[in-house]
């Protein structure tokens, strides 16, 4: 559907009950798609609706990917397919991660297993594969670069780090919309029908806090996120300053833990994952990102120290 004067939100929908919101934005000279989902989304669901709308996808000019995950970036190769003449673009710090397949999984999905022995299964690793059929990217970004879609309309992107390095947004000026992906996660990721299916997955806690507070310094009238429902006016403010209270809120509940005992990962995610919003086996192991960000942070600034254990897992315990 149309969320504002020249953008088309479009619902993905992958793995049975979770979807991705990718977005198109046609002016007078240019056109832009904003992420592509998994691998069978152009096809299912991307290509209908520009079908439907009468845009002939060979017009399309620019790609761009917010950030490296299987469910924004697994259509690549079938878009560039469909899409020839456009330029596919990402962040340069995302880069390495949205062009291969083995960077992504070994450096994000499967990061927690030597240091934390939460493993990702030779399955998970080739059910991830399948939702992923890359391509090179041709230009990358650093946060500034400005499109001009008509004579009168320009976007802008926006570096906005906290759930990977290079996460970046796209602001339109215009109808003050920003296309957030996930720069502001709220307080879970919701399901299709709105449930939620797993925790916020910030990683980098510091950048994140950073990102909901220019955030909050922006003019924006209209939210248009990833996984969430469009936040219009002061639901916009209300939702991005949840996003961050609850980030501070999973730090101030590992101090409480660190000040009773010394803990693994898994520790803790076992111990508070069901009272930080009700997590339970097996999706509370996507507490992973999150909780090693903030303990990861709380690390850095001298608050927690880290030992090994005899299995040579990371600990932590009050500095």
């Known amino acids: 559907m149309e969320i504002a004067q020249g953008i088309h939100q479009i619902k993905c929908v992958f793995g049975g009950t979770r979807m991705v919101f990718c977005y198109l934005l046609i002016g007078q000279r240019a056109s832009m798609l904003v992420d592509t989902g998994c691998a069978h989304n152009p096809e299912q669901d991307i290509l209908p609706y520009m079908q439907s709308i009468g845009f002939d996808p060979a017009d399309l000019t620019y790609i761009v990917i ?66 992923m059929r890359l391509a090179p990217v041709d230009m990358t970004l650093e946060g500034g670069e400005t499109f001009r879609l008509s004579e009168d309309w320009q976007v802008s992107a926006v570096h906005t780090p906290g759930h990977t390095w290079g996460h970046t947004a796209i602001y339109d000026p215009r109808s003050r919309t920003l296309i957030s992906g996930e720069a502001t996660m709220w307080t879970h990721i919701p399901n299709d029908d709105w449930t939620p299916a797993m925790p916020p ?38 939702f991005i300053r949840e996003g961050r209270n609850y980030c501070l809120h999973v730090e101030g509940q590992l101090l409480e833990l660190a000040a009773q005992q010394s803990f693994t990962l898994r520790e803790a995610i076992r111990q508070l994952a069901p009272n930080l919003g009700g997590w339970t086996p097996p999706d509370h192991q996507d507490f992973s990102f999150a909780m090693l960000g903030n303990l990861n942070a709380l690390t850095k600034r001298g608050q927690l120290k880290t030992t090994r254990n005899d299995d040579g897992f990371i600990v932590w315990s009050l500095a």
């Open 201 to 238: 997955t910030y990683c980098y806690v510091d950048t994140y806090i950073a990102t909901q507070d220019r955030l909050m310094s922006m003019s924006i009238d209209l939210l248009a996120s990833a996984h969430w429902p469009l936040q219009r006016g002061a639901d916009v403010g209300a």
């Open 66 to 131: 917010t950030h490296s995950d299987l469910d924004h970036q697994g259509g690549n190769q079938p878009m560039k397919d469909a899409a020839p003449n456009a330029l596919l673009m990402c962040h340069n710090l995302d880069r390495a991660w949205i062009e291969s397949a083995d960077a992504i999984i070994n450096g994000r999905y499967a990061q927690f297993g030597a240091d934390h022995g939460i493993s990702l299964s030779e399955e998970g690793k080739a059910g991830i594969r399948a939702d």
